[in-house]
Every structure is written in C-alpha cells, then in structure tokens.
C-alpha cells in the first residue's frame, strides 16, 4: 500500500503534468507543432507573445467546449466541430486585436487566421480534451499553452536581442538556427540529467 495521501498522489500527478508540459514533452521543443507560426513571427518578444497569448486562449476555450460536449457530439461531426469551435474563437480574437491592437494585428499577419490549423490546438482536443472532464481539459490546454508559449516568447527574445548585431538573427534561416540550437541545449541537460541519475 502506498504511504501517500490521495492529496499528495494529486500534487504529485499536477506537478508532473507541468513537468511534461514545459519540458518533457513540450509541444514545440519535443513534439514539433505549430513550427510554421512559431518560426514565422518570433522576431522579437511581441509578437510572440501576442502569437502564445492566442494560441493559449484558444486552446483553452477549444479544450473547454469539446470536454463539455463531449458527450453530445456524434464521431461523424467530432473533427469538423472542434475546427468550428478554434476558428469561432480565432476570429473573435482577430476581430479584437485588429480593433484594439492594429500595429500588432498587421505584424501577426496571416499567421494569426492560421492558429485555426495548429496541430497542437486541435491534437488536445482530439487526444486529450474529449475524453476528460471540463476541469482536467481546462488544465491540459494552460499546462501545453504555457509550454508553447515559453518557447515562442524565448525564441523571439533571443532572436530580438541577436538581431541587434546579426541581422540573420531576425530573418527566417535565424529563426531555424536559433530553434535548433535551442533543442541541441534541451537535448544537452536531459543527457546530462540522465547521467546525473545514473551515476
């Protein structure tokens, strides 16, 4: 029998959903998705806030409303309701920000419409949110948003601050070379967090 309480078994499961979510299997730097927008307007730290910013909002009311129907929606309308719900939400947050934010809104370009077919978006969906609860969903879309965002908002302020004095810095061969160099040094601590264990 184990010694830990339900509570602790809990915070124990929580913290390592976050674990995963930032590290171990962080959407962008471990499974990949969503690499077009993310390599597309990480060229200072703004925009790719603005970009995490709506891509976590929208995989939070996506994950919401497809846990709280997921009861209600047959399989043969599953995917093509899910893409109804993320591109409602994208419009509503392109409408605002071309309303409240038009500078930023010109920046983000295409590549904010184009949220609508990130994988990670709807892959929780799919995977996760419709056979959770509304909680648990809700929770999965800010544990992977976060993770998305962390590495979209780094990117673009290493690029930013590189692009003072390497002009590539801020052009689409950077935005390759400083991604994979961030996953060369994410692949470098987990090899040596490994040998760390072992030794």
């Given at each position: 029998?184990?010694?830990?309480?339900?509570?602790?078994?809990?915070?124990e499961?929580?913290?390592?959903r976050w674990q995963?979510g930032?590290?171990?299997?962080n959407?962008?730097?471990?499974?990949?998705?969503?690499?077009?927008?993310l390599?597309?307007?990480s060229?200072s730290?703004?925009?790719?806030a603005?970009?995490?910013?709506?891509?976590?909002?929208?995989?939070c009311v996506?994950?919401?409303v497809?846990?709280?129907?997921?009861?209600?929606?047959?399989?043969?309308?599953?995917?093509?309701?899910?893409v109804?719900?993320?591109a409602?939400?994208v419009?509503?947050i392109e409408?605002?920000m071309a309303?409240?934010?038009?500078?930023l809104?010109?920046?983000l370009g295409i590549?904010?419409p184009?949220?609508?077919?990130?994988?990670?978006?709807?892959?929780?969906a799919?995977?996760?949110?419709?056979?959770?609860s509304?909680?648990?969903?809700?929770l999965?879309?800010?544990?992977?948003g976060?993770?998305f965002?962390?590495?979209?908002?780094?990117?673009?302020?290493?690029?930013?601050w590189?692009?003072?004095?390497l002009?590539?810095?801020?052009?689409?061969?950077?935005?390759?070379?400083t991604?994979?160099l961030m996953?060369?040094?994410?692949?470098?601590?987990?090899t040596y967090?490994?040998?760390?264990?072992?030794?």
């Open positions: 029998m184990s010694d830990q309480s339900p509570s602790q078994s809990q915070h499961q929580r913290k390592q995963d930032l590290w171990d299997r959407p962008a730097l471990v499974m990949l998705l969503g690499l077009c927008p390599l597309a307007v060229n730290v703004i925009n790719g603005a970009l995490a910013a709506a891509t976590l909002f929208t995989l996506s994950n919401t497809i846990a709280a129907c997921r009861h209600y929606i047959i399989t043969s309308v599953r995917i093509p309701m899910s109804l719900v993320i409602g939400t419009t509503v409408q605002l309303a409240y934010a038009p500078a809104h010109r920046s590549f904010l184009l949220i609508v077919t990130n994988c990670l978006i709807l892959g929780r799919e995977v996760y949110a419709r056979h959770h509304v909680s648990d969903a809700l999965d879309a800010l544990i992977m976060a993770g965002a962390v590495v979209l908002i780094t990117l673009g302020a290493i690029r930013e590189l692009g003072t004095t002009l590539i810095a801020l052009l689409p061969p950077g935005a390759f070379i991604l994979g996953l060369a040094a994410k692949n470098a601590i987990d967090r490994e040998k760390r264990v072992q030794s």
